[in-house]
């Protein structure tokens, strides 16, 4: 088989070597418990140090707000379960938007169920929460705003600053889930009002099954495991170091190489999107068209299924995404691209296309001439494009 052509970096990212080597000391030669009194286990507690204070400058914030995780469901789980759970004497509402991903739409649904009231705001065509929906729907009881940094399905970027100022200006404590954002746009917590933020490693290069939730300081914060006193007490477990000291070195070079890379990918995506809308007829891209990540790109094809489009990619050696990683398996359409406005049958041909700055032009370049191919191909054996092309030749 030909090089294979990773373009799904919005489910997960490849580690970085440079992350794998800062690593591995810690699985064969400091594998001490950061908690033991020795000073061989001094060299464990240094690297979760080392790694918390490149995460707290990475945002702007303290140590003290950093807590590690095993990821980004984790941490929005913990988040908004958390301030429910506090906060549950001030109010029950909580103010989130239909896009969010299943680990803050699911947890707001349980919640639900169990005596809190969700308002799920709607977005424009674009996949934008607007400002002023968010201040419409913030009542005497609004005890939570979460709204995601970035869309993980169609990449737009939200109004974070505006919801910020809007929530500090209301009261109200705000979380977002960043998942997709950390490491790729820049953020400053304090500048933005964010009280409460979510992220995970495996998202920009680091390993899988570790992330962290910040909480601002004077946030009250409720245990999410009980045990020990890791964490500062809030998060109990011994410490996943290898994980922490990859994720710090994962944030290291995030930081590092984030304006050289976004320029990169931005405008291989911008390459990518101009070819696929100039030369395959019937499509459309989802997402806002500048406010987006730098390496998204989501397309809907008329009459086409997008799982079947995902097959054929996958038959030359390209990966690739119809809806999310989470959702895939399920029949049901994303529920981010009805929330756009994308009737049933659109929704059902979407690809997303993620790249990295491993991507090369020449990846774009056969990817988007395998799509003209395979997508005709497709067409040409449904119905409804049959149907289309006749009524359309009378
Ligand atoms: C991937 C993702 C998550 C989940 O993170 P995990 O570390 O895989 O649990 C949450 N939110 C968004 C926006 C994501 O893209």
Known sequence: MSKLIYLDNAATTAVHPEVVAEMLPYFTEFYGNPSSIYSFAGKSRQAVDASRKIIAGALGCSEKEIYFTAGGSESDNWAIKSIAESYRSKGNHIITSKIEH??????????????YEVTYLDVDGDGRVRPEDVEASIRPETILITIMFANNEIGTIEPIREIGRIAKEHNVLFHTDAVQAVGQVPIDVKEYNIDMLS?????????????????????????????????????????????????????????????????????????LIERVLAEIPHTKLNGHRTD????????????????????????????????????????????????????HEKAHGSLRLTLSDETTREDIDTTVDALKVLIERLRNMSPLYEDFIKNNSK
Do not use: W
């Not at 899988?208 to 009980?226: D, M």
């Not at 922490?244 to 590092?256: D, R, S, T, V």
């Open 292 to 343: 987006r990540l730098p390496n998204n790109a989501n397309f809907s094809f008329e009459f086409v299924e997008g799982e079947s489009v995902l097959i054929m990619l996958d038959m030359q050696g390209i990966c690739g995404s119809s809806g999310s990683a989470c959702t895939s398996g399920s029949l049901d359409p994303s529920h981010v691209l009805l929330a756009i406005g994308l009737p």
């Open 199 to 271: 992220a995970s490693s495996h998202k920009l290069k680091g390993p899988k099954g570790i992330g962290f939730l910040y909480v601002r300081n004077g946030i009250k914060l409720t245990s999410f495991i009980h045990g020990g006193g890791q964490e500062r007490k809030k998060r109990a477990g011994t410490e996943n170091v290898p994980g922490i000291a990859g994720f710090g070195k994962a944030m290291e070079i995030a930081l590092e190489t984030m304006e050289v890379r976004a320029e990169y990918e931005t405008e291989l995506r911008d390459h």
């Open 102 to 115: 299943h680990a803050v739409l699911h947890t707001c649904e349980y919640l639900a169920k169990n005596g």
